[in-house]
């Protein structure tokens, strides 16, 4: 499994996330309209204000996964000499693809892949780096066996 499959996991958990998201924000959105005012007006107005804080939270989340996704779409699955955004970086324990920050991606293999942002510490201790060179991450250093 390589770049397009990885690619392709990684698409469907943003579009996933943007599923929920927009779901969370009707249902909060629904919520808050349904909320008629009470006799206890201080206690409504707290409620929704806690109410838009949440909505406020779910769009800059949701403005994340829609800056994730646009950056997706800009990466491709042609092979890469040096450690740069799109390049899939292998170590002697992982692999590393230089994309989006999205984790470890559930893929079988000897190695875990982990998918991060170029913007990572860890992404830029490698940046620019090829097969054969060494970088370090926390204080641990690590040897590229291959960039693709």
Same mark, same amino acid.
């Given at each position: 499994?390589?770049?397009?499959?990885?690619?392709?996991?990684?698409?469907?958990?943003? =579009?996933?996330?943007?599923? *929920?998201? /927009?779901?969370? $924000?009707?249902? &909060?959105? +629904?919520?808050?309209?349904?909320?008629?005012?009470?006799?206890?007006?201080?206690?409504?107005?707290?409620?929704?204000?806690?109410?838009?804080?949440?909505?406020?939270?779910?769009?800059?989340? =949701?403005?994340?996964?829609? *800056?994730? /996704?646009?950056? $997706?779409?800009? &990466?491709? +699955?042609?092979?890469?000499?040096?450690?740069?955004?799109?390049?899939?970086?292998?170590?002697?324990?992982?692999?590393?693809?230089?994309?989006?920050?999205?984790?470890?991606?559930?893929?079988?293999?000897?190695?875990?892949?982990?998918?991060?942002?170029?913007?990572?510490?860890?992404?830029?201790?490698?940046?620019?780096?090829?097969?054969?060179?060494?970088?370090?991450?926390?204080?641990?250093?690590?040897?590229?066996?291959?960039?693709?």
């Amino acid at each position: 499994m390589k770049k397009k499959a990885w690619l392709e996991l990684m698409d469907a958990g943003v =579009r996933d996330a943007l599923n *929920r998201l /927009q779901g969370d $924000m009707a249902a &909060l959105q +629904e919520s808050r309209q349904a909320d008629t005012k009470s006799s206890a007006g201080d206690k409504h107005e707290t409620a929704r204000a806690m109410v838009d804080q949440e909505l406020q939270q779910l769009n800059q989340q =949701r403005e994340k996964a829609l *800056r994730n /996704q646009s950056e $997706m779409q800009q &990466l491709t +699955e042609a092979p890469c000499e040096v450690a740069a955004r799109g390049a899939a970086v292998e170590t002697e324990r992982i692999i590393y693809f230089i994309s989006i920050s999205f984790g470890k991606l559930p893929v079988e293999g000897p190695k875990p892949v982990y998918a991060l942002s170029p913007l990572s510490p860890a992404a830029q201790a490698m940046l620019g780096k090829r097969a054969g060179e060494d970088f370090e991450i926390n204080g641990a250093r690590h040897t590229i066996l291959k960039v693709y």
